[in-house]
Each structure stands twice: as structure tokens, then as C-alpha cells.
């Protein structure tokens, strides 16, 4: 089975910090993404990444950054953490395919709270 | 643009009632149409998909949907429901064509509550 596990399910900072969210992979999928999930809107796309090193703005991506250094591994750093930034945030990823019929397979997700 | 516009936020229930989660999508090229569902606290995993073929796309734990080209449309059914299948519900869209980056769009959700 596909894992994709994120580093906390619970977090909690303050105003200005800068937050870390960790997703690691174990399938070898060059895709992956992260979103974030607010009651009512549904799953917005953050920020996604085709390969190692790179990586495309999603269609919220403003006080967003990323980086994938390793294949396995996609970081979300919130530089400094504003109160509208509290949600739930997703990681997500996927085997390369040309025609994109492949499922992404999701995390469990990290409820972060800005106070 | 894509847009998937899932036409109910709530959907409540009786236990072994059937139900019928609509979604519905825009776009100008041929898609690729997901269900996804969410247990309270958890990720989402994949219901079922629609790529091409028979327009009945049979899931997991008794869902199925059936695509509609000319109403654009993907609805989620199933005939009769448990408490177990209390959830939210997430319609998804990509596009089929070469220029697209395949990115799934998502709808805002259904939360399902089954009664007893």
C-alpha cells in the first residue's frame, strides 16, 4: 500500500513563526502536492512539485513556500504564520503518467492553529 | 477553466436509505472524474474514478456513480447506507490533454450523516 505520512497531525504556533510542515512518500511517485482544506471551500491547491527540485504554485500560494530536496520528501514552510493561515493542511502524491489517470494518494493531514 | 460545483453541503440520512451525492463539472476538453472521501480526522481516499468506458463506474464499500457527458455530470449513489459511511465526499476533475498539467479540481464537499 502507498503511505504517505505527514510529520504532525496537531500543531500549534504563534503569530510570525515560521512553521514547517514535513510529507514523506514511500512509492517513488515524482508528483506531489499540498493543500490546504477550510470548511466550505473545499481542497485548495498550494503548491505542487513534478520532480526533485522543482516545483509550481497551486492556486493559492501567497505567504506559501516549498522544497523538495529528496524524491520521498515535500516541505511546506510558512515563513511567517498568520492567523488566516490556521487550517487543515494536505499532502498528497502520485505516480508520473502521461495522461494523468493516476489517483492521488493522500495523507492524513495537520490541523494547524496561529494564535 | 475547470469548476466542480457539488450541489449539496449536507446530506442527512436514515440508516439503509438509499442517497445521491450530485456533482457537477465545467469544461471545454474530455476529464477524468474522482470521488474521494473523508473519514472524520483522517485523509482522503480514493471511492472510485472514471477515465473512460462504461459510464458506470462501480467503488469501494457499495458506491457507485455514473458519468453523464451531455449533463456534465458524475453523481454518487448508493442504495443503501450505513452509519459507518458518515463522512465528507469530494468530487474531483482533471483534464485530459496534453497541455494540462493534470491537477486535480476540487468540489466543496458533501458531508453525508447517517441516522440511526
Known amino acids: 500500500d502507498v503511505k504517505v505520512t505527514q510529520s504532525s497531525r496537531y500543531l500549534v504556533k504563534r503569530t510570525g513563526e515560521k512553521v514547517f510542515l514535513e510529507c514523506v512518500q514511500d512509492?517513488?511517485?515524482?508528483?506531489m502536492f499540498w493543500y490546504r482544506q477550510d470548511p466550505g471551500l473545499g481542497l485548495r491547491l498550494i503548491y505542487f512539485?513534478?520532480?526533485?527540485?522543482?516545483?509550481e504554485k497551486g492556486d493559492i500560494p501567497e505567504g506559501y513556500s516549498v522544497s523538495r530536496e529528496k524524491k520521498e520528501r515535500f516541505s511546506l514552510i510558512l515563513e511567517s504564520a498568520s492567523t488566516n493561515q490556521t487550517s487543515m493542511y494536505l499532502c498528497?502524491?502520485?505516480?508520473?503518467?502521461?495522461?494523468?489517470?493516476?489517483?492521488?494518494?493522500f495523507g492524513p493531514g495537520t490541523r494547524l492553529l496561529v494564535l | 477553466a475547470q469548476s466542480v460545483t457539488q450541489l449539496d453541503s449536507q446530506v442527512p440520512v436514515f440508516e439503509e436509505a438509499p442517497v445521491e451525492l450530485r456533482c457537477n463539472y465545467s469544461s471545454s476538453v474530455s476529464v477524468y472524474l474522482f470521488w474521494y472521501v473523508q473519514y472524520p480526522n483522517q485523509g482522503l481516499q480514493l471511492l472510485l474514478k472514471?477515465?473512460?468506458?462504461?459510464?458506470l463506474v462501480k467503488g469501494i464499500n457499495g458506491f457507485e456513480a455514473e458519468f453523464n457527458k451531455s449533463q456534465t455530470s458524475f453523481h454518487l449513489r448508493k442504495p443503501s447506507v450505513h452509519i459507518s459511511d458518515t463522512a465528507e465526499y469530494f468530487c474531483?476533475?482533471?483534464?485530459?490533454?496534453?497541455?494540462?498539467?493534470?491537477?486535480?479540481?476540487f468540489g466543496k464537499g458533501t458531508k453525508l450523516s447517517v441516522k440511526p
Open positions: 472514471y477515465l473512460s468506458g462504461s459510464t
Open positions: 512539485s513534478y520532480d526533485v527540485k522543482m516545483k
Open positions: 512509492m517513488d511517485h515524482e508528483n
Open positions: 474531483a476533475v482533471s483534464e485530459d490533454y496534453g497541455g494540462s498539467q493534470g491537477n486535480l479540481i
Open positions: 498528497a502524491s502520485r505516480p508520473e503518467t502521461f495522461t494523468f489517470e493516476e489517483t492521488q494518494y
